[in-house]
């Protein structure tokens, strides 16, 4: 069964119990030994030189920011992950809209938040939309509304030891279809969609409704393909009456 998406929150080692704090701070201390050593990439055998796999390797991820703190992300860490569906929810996207990887400090990720309920706000506002021409657009802001944005927002600002946030997809895409799978891909390298989606706004803002529809067009058929493919499982795994 295919994993939901999720948001990783990445909390500051000083808030982790002891134990969990000197793993931490050990591996964090090896990692970034190897990373200066080999600054193309560290060769499995010196990672592993025993030959067999430690799964304690693989039990979560850290990220530095600029004034040398370590934050923390783990399974085996409370509260260090926010489960959702298996489509992206279209908010997490706009955590994204000023970033070039989907793994960013928390106070822009909500700056940028913010900037797209703004946004959002104003073409609501402002805009009459038809069902037919525009069903992109309306199938978008349905599904990202100003107050679903606005728990978001302090849900996220509430957490003061979480220093970055990551958005990580579901492994659904890896049977999707393959056209869909490889623009997944390509987004995850790229941040295609958060780009299509703050491009889309800024042309409902300018009056340019049927360019936002086009821009709109391709998050919103695969949001919609792989919550369909969700209900789909869904159906398929209900018991025979």
């Known amino acids: ?28 201390t090896k990692r970034e030994h190897l990373k200066r050593e080999y600054p193309h990439g560290i060769p ?17 991820s850290y990220a530095i920011d ?47 938040l913010e900037r797209g309920c703004m946004m959002i706000k104003h073409a609501l506002d402002q805009c009459r939309f038809s069902l037919i021409e525009e069903e992109s657009v309306v199938y978008f802001l349905q599904h990202c509304q100003p107050g679903t ?3 978001l927002a302090s849900y996220l600002a509430s957490e003061d030891d979480v220093g970055f946030v990551e958005l990580c997809y579901s492994d659904l895409s890896l049977g999707a279809d393959p056209i869909i ?34 821009l709109l067009e391709e998050v919103c058929l695969i949001h919609r393909y792989l919550g369909e493919s969700k209900m789909q499982e869904k159906t398929r795994a209900k018991p025979v009456q």
């Open 1 to 28: 069964m295919a994993h939901a998406s999720s948001l990783r929150l990445y909390r500051n080692i000083e808030s982790l119990d002891m134990p969990e704090r000197e793993y931490w701070k050990a591996h964090v």
């Open 44 to 60: 499995m055998h010196v990672l592993f030189p025993s030959g067999i796999f430690d799964a304690k390797e693989f039990k979560g």
């Open 66 to 112: 600029g004034q040398g703190t370590i934050f923390i992300a783990s399974p085996e860490i409370k509260a260090t992950s926010m489960p959702g569906p298996q489509e992206i929810p279209f908010p997490w996207y706009l955590l994204f809209l000023e970033s070039e990887h989907y793994l960013t400090g928390m106070g822009a990720a909500l700056h940028s």
């Open 149 to 151: 944005i606005a728990g």
């Open 181 to 214: 799978a490889a623009r997944i891909l390509e987004d995850k390298r790229m941040l295609l969609f958060p780009r299509q989606i703050l491009a889309g706004l800024t042309a409902l803002l300018e009056g340019s409704q049927s360019i936002a529809e086009e």
